[in-house]
């Protein structure tokens, strides 16, 4: 039987694989279903100090290849999640709290209610793209840097960051070296692509609403840059901080292709979204079938192997 279970930052999940947040995590009944799918770990959605509705509909819309969404957090607030995660124990399996904010207060905040509610990770999410007005804190180093230190004096809890992608190796240097400062228990590469737009031809027109049709790309269409900044904090950082592949993962081998630039486990999205938690199941089984027919005996063994050209 093949090993597929992974550890991040001394947290052992039975499987490397996750929803990642956003995905099919915002209410009670999705976070259960989570709990009694295949999935390795519960990812709460993005939790900011109150309940949102979020942005306008429609703000998700599958397309050829992937999806964009500007779905703009919506979710049940600090004081709800708080309450919730410690039911969600009763699986056994890890819960995974993903905090946000609309103000670095919010953040400091969200990390004392959650230091009480006591998950076993926090993703700290410097990457959402889709709060109008709103930049996305992890392009600006110096912000980030100043968060996490304020979040490492609230946190006894380890927390990760949820990235967004980055395009230039100088950044990935830049990012590397504030969490590093900071010492992040784990970073998850990449949210969604931001600000992107989805043209309509026939309508002449966008296909979301909010912020005048920009929003993430998800999905296969962004794989390339998934794997791509993956491989770049693999390359700095080797073992020693642990990253958690998303983008662009629809398969079995998909999930090998993340582990194999240096993820210790993956999450899904948008193929989450379209196929449901049973998809947790196929790509448990798909994932299996291709580390059989390669020869590892588990998932850890291929962590990191790819192999770069003479
Ligand atoms: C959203 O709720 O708009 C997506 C969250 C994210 O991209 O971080």
């Known amino acids: 039987m093949i090993d597929l279970s992974t550890v991040i930052a001394g947290v052992s999940f039975p499987v490397g694989l996750m929803n990642a947040s956003g995905a099919l995590c915002v209410t009670q009944d999705e976070l259960e279903a989570l709990g009694k799918a295949d999935a390795g770990a519960i990812v709460t959605k993005s939790m900011t100090p109150l309940a949102r509705e979020g942005n306008p509909h429609p703000r998700y819309v599958a397309i050829d290849g992937g999806s964009i969404n500007s779905m703009g957090l919506p979710n049940l607030g600090y004081p709800a999640y708080a309450k919730l995660i410690p039911e969600l124990k009763c699986f056994r399996k890890p819960v995974i709290a993903s905090l946000a904010g609309l103000h670095p207060d919010d953040f400091l905040e969200g990390a004392k209610a959650l230091h009480v509610a006591g998950p076993d990770l926090v993703e700290v999410n410097l990457s959402c793209p889709n709060i109008p007005g709103k930049p996305q804190i992890g392009y600006d180093f110096e912000e980030t840097e100043h968060l996490l230190r304020a979040l490492r004096d609230i946190f006894s809890i380890p927390f990760g960051v949820k990235l967004p992608p980055y395009f230039d190796p100088i950044h990935h240097q830049k990012i590397a070296d504030v969490l590093e400062r900071i010492g992040v ?114 998932l850890m063994a291929c962590r990191g192997k790819l192999q770069e050209m003479e």
């Open 185 to 298: 228990a784990f970073v998850t590469v990449i949210n969604s692509v931001g600000n992107t737009l989805v043209v309509d031809p026939e309508k002449e027109q966008v296909v979301i609403k909010p912020k005048g049709g920009f929003g993430g790309l998800g999905g296969r269409i962004i794989k390339p840059v998934a794997l791509a900044n993956v491989r770049a904090f693999w390359k700095i950082w080797g073992d020693q901080i642990p990253i958690i592949g998303t983008g662009g993962v629809e398969n079995g081998i998909d999930i090998f292709e993340h582990v194999l630039c240096g993820a210790s486990a993956v999450q899904v999205g948008t193929i989450l979204v379209e196929e449901g938690v049973g998809v947790f199941t196929r790509l448990a089984r798909e994932l299996t079938e291709c580390l059989e027919r390669k020869g590892y005996p588990s």
